[in-house]
């Protein structure tokens, strides 16, 4: 029983670590931790999370329930927010030659 104990909290904590890199686009260091100089995470105390798997609104999740604070991080911008103000996000996900209103040689605007 203790072996199986202590292969469920390594699969939740890799589950925690994979959540940081890859749903939260969080620089993370090989333990899982933040990286130096990364962007501060929510505040994510795993065993208060509430949902409510009764609400049919669409776009309802949990991050939208009010009994969930985050530690005061606003989750419906937090992201966002992120990835137009951290030049790392920013270059992953926003293609600037085609959000530039300069025509190429011309110096017009489109």
Do not use: Q, Y
Request: proline letters at 2%; aromatic letters at 6%; charged letters at 35%.
């Amino acid at each position: 029983m203790a072996d199986l104990r202590c292969m469920i909290h390594g699969l939740v904590e890799t589950a925690r670590v994979e959540l940081r890199k890859d749903l939260l686009l969080l620089d993370v260091d090989e333990d899982g931790r933040a990286a130096e100089g990364a962007a501060d995470w929510p505040a994510i105390e795993w065993d208060k999370l509430e949902d409510n798997p009764a609400e049919m609104k669409l776009g309802w999740n949990l991050f939208k329930d009010r009994r969930n604070d985050f530690g005061g991080v606003k989750g419906t911008r937090w992201l966002s927010r992120r990835v137009v103000e951290e030049k790392r996000l920013r270059e992953a996900f926003i293609n600037v030659k085609a959000t530039d209103t300069t025509v190429a040689g011309g110096g017009g605007v489109v």
